[in-house]
Nanobody
Framework: QVQLVESGGGLVQPGDSLTLACATSKYTFRTYALAWFRQAPGKEREFVAGIHWSRGRTSYADSVKGRFSISRNDLQDTVWLQMNSLKPEDTAVYYC????????????????????WGQGTQVTVSS
């Protein structure tokens, strides 16, 4: 059974940095696009960033461009989300998700397209 295990959430102050990790199996890591979504209370789940298994292509939501960075560690089968200059509006539960994509397909931002989800990790940005 494929699993995604997130870690790294917590409580930070505005302007701080935080790194989230998503660990998965070697097969998933090498055949799926992996993405981070987030969901704040009373809001819909939204795409944050994604990385394709093929050549590591990345995609970001406009709201996090220049502040967040998604990367992968091939030895640890882990995807990282480095979050800098955090704002209160970044407060949400962050979810890791996996989508089986052909090598030439773009990363999708629609949550319904993702087949596998982690349990989520809370990120709270507050002074």
């Amino acid at each position: 059974q494929v699993q995604l295990v997130e870690s790294g959430g917590g409580l930070v102050q505005p302007g701080d940095s935080l790194t989230l990790a998503c660990a998965t199996s070697k097969y998933t890591f090498r055949t799926y696009a992996l993405a981070w979504f987030r969901q704040a209370p009373g809001k819909e789940r939204e795409f944050v960033a994604g990385i394709h298994w093929s050549r590591g292509r990345t995609s970001y939501a406009d709201s996090v461009k220049g502040r967040f960075s998604i990367s992968r560690n091939d030895l640890q089968d882990t995807v990282w989300l480095q979050m800098n200059s955090l704002k209160p509006e970044d407060t949400a539960v962050y979810y890791c998700a996996a989508d089986a994509l052909p090598s030439n397909a773009p990363i999708t931002t629609a949550s319904k397209q993702y087949q596998i989800w982690g349990q989520g990790t809370q990120v709270t940005v507050s002074s």
